[in-house]
C-alpha cells in the first residue's frame, strides 16, 4: 500500500489537485449520476461524462495560476451561500442561545435560551420586542 501512495504522490507532484470547485462538480456528477440511474434522458448522461472530465482536467492540470483563479471566482461567487450555510450550522449547534430577527430593521439577536418570555432590545435600532426563548 505504501508503495501506490508513494507512485500517486510522485505523479502529483506539480499537478493542482482537489479544491472546492471539483468538490462541487463531483456533487453535480453524483447527483446526476443518481438521476440518470432513474430517469432515461441522456442529457443526465452527458453532465455526468462532462462532469467527470472537468473535474480530471483540473485536478491533473500543472496550470496551477488558471485552475486557482477558477476555485477562486466560484469561491466569491458562492460566498453569500455558503456563510448562510455556515451561520445556520453554528446556530444549530448553539444550544445555549435563540437567534430571532428584529422585526423592524432585521438585525438578528441572540439571546440566552430557558429564560420565558423576555423583553428584548435590538441593538442596531433599539427597538423593543417580546419573545419566548
Known amino acids: 500500500m505504501g508503495r501506490f501512495r508513494d507512485k500517486l ?52 492540470s500543472k496550470n496551477i495560476r488558471s485552475r486557482s483563479r477558477e476555485n477562486q471566482k466560484y469561491l466569491q461567487a458562492t460566498a453569500r451561500i455558503r456563510g448562510s450555510f455556515a451561520r445556520l450550522k453554528s446556530r444549530s449547534q448553539d444550544k445555549s442561545h435563540c437567534y430571532f430577527k428584529c422585526p423592524s430593521c432585521r438585525q438578528t439577536v441572540r439571546v440566552p435560551r430557558g429564560k420565558g418570555k423576555i423583553s428584548i432590545t435590538c441593538p442596531k435600532c433599539r427597538r423593543e420586542f417580546i419573545k419566548k426563548t
Open 9 to 60: 504522490t510522485r505523479f502529483m507532484y506539480g499537478r493542482y489537485g482537489v479544491d472546492q470547485l471539483n468538490r462541487f462538480l463531483m456533487g453535480i456528477v453524483m447527483v446526476s449520476l443518481v438521476i440518470s440511474l432513474f430517469v432515461r434522458y441522456r442529457f443526465f448522461y452527458w453532465v455526468t461524462v462532462l462532469g467527470i472530465g472537468v473535474s480530471y482536467f483540473r485536478m491533473f
